[in-house]
């Protein structure tokens, strides 16, 4: 099969594009030019590119894509939640990408969203959890999420949402908190925190994106689908268990930090539906899978 990737050189996206070239898919994806290649792990010689500042509308008329990944978004930093007219930009490039996928015959079209569409909720949710986005990140992402379906229900193209819980992995951004734990630690002697009494249910990066991948090869079950581990533990535990890792002499100052605008104290999404209908999930390798990060940063950092 033939598939178009944009945000295929970002942290869930390059795992993306890895996992269809394994499949033994052809990948064809969109970037910038001042796109890092990094991520995708010599990947990258294994696909097709194109510039956004080229004429990639025809390169994708031309690629004829049966299906299609929109997992590029500007403004994931915690910083740019509250910025309006950042998100609202990335509904008119899905436009672009929803109108050119119609005239090229796509069947298919993936979008990616987030727990916070949600808001804030206590217990474990289902996909029928009524919605309540907090930032302006979030509220973009329930636009563009009803924007696609429609378009692509009154088109006859098959349509995913999966919206992702916290994940971590090689290659996630320093400015998320386990690789900037883990640069604290080797680089300084101590860290500021917030009290840390969130409760998150952390999956693999990469088990993120063989979730996501499954779409291209399974009929039918269009629909909205939570990502997310089964293995929920208060941040707090996961900090103090990755310093115990690297060096338990590590200061953490707890509580020196207020938690964010719409911080979210309870992440964990009921996956029950992509087990049954698309991918069948896996978590227990949750202590391998954060060893071998925790080493990765180690490795990066010292």
């Known amino acids: ?43 990258d010689s294994k696909v097709e590119w194109v ?9 994708f008329m031309d690629f004829a894509p049966f299906i299609v990944y929109n997992l590029a978004w500007n403004g994931v930093s ?19 990408l929803l109108d ?16 916070s569409e949600y808001g804030d909720f206590e217990n474990k949710i289902d996909e029928s959890y009524p919605l309540n986005p907090k930032t302006a990140y979030a509220a973009a992402k329930v636009a563009a999420l009803t924007i696609m379906k429609a378009f692509c229900e009154i088109n006859n193209i098959a349509w995913y949402w999966f919206r992702v819980f916290p994940i971590f992995g090689p290659h996630e951004s320093e400015n998320w908190l386990i690789p900037k734990l883990i640069k604290s630690i080797c680089t300084n002697t101590y ?26 090869s399974v009929d039918g079950h269009c629909g909205i689908y939570n990502i997310c581990a089964d293995n929920p533990m208060p941040l707090k535990k996961i900090v103090e268990m990755i310093r115990n ?17 719409g911080q979210s104290m309870y992440m964990e999404g009921d996956t029950s539906s992509l087990r049954e209908n698309l991918y069948p999930l896996r978590t227990d390798t949750y202590e391998q899978k954060m060893k071998e990060t925790i080493q990765y940063y180690v490795n990066k950092y010292k």
Not at 51 to 59: A, I, R, S
Not at 78 to 96: G, T
């Open 1 to 43: 099969m033939k598939a178009f990737v944009t945000g295929g050189t970002g942290f869930i996206g390059s795992y993306l594009v890895k996992r269809l070239v394994d499949m033994g898919h052809n990948v064809l994806c969109l970037r910038r030019k001042t796109s890092n290649l990094e991520k995708l792990d010599g990947y």
């Open 51 to 59: 510039n956004v500042d080229e004429d990639w509308k025809k390169c």
């Open 78 to 96: 915690a910083s740019d939640r509250i910025l309006w007219d950042k998100q609202v930009c990335n509904i008119d490039m899905q436009q672009e």
């Open 100 to 115: 050119v996928s119609l005239t090229a015959g796509v069947k298919k079209i993936v979008g990616v969203g987030s727990q």
């Open 191 to 216: 860290m500021d925190l917030t009290p840390g009494e969130q409760k998150l249910a952390y999956l693999y990066v990469g088990e993120c994106a063989n979730a996501i991948a499954s779409p291209i």
């Open 245 to 261: 890792q690297i060096d338990p002499s590590f200061k953490l100052n707890f509580g020196a930090l207020p938690y964010r605008y």
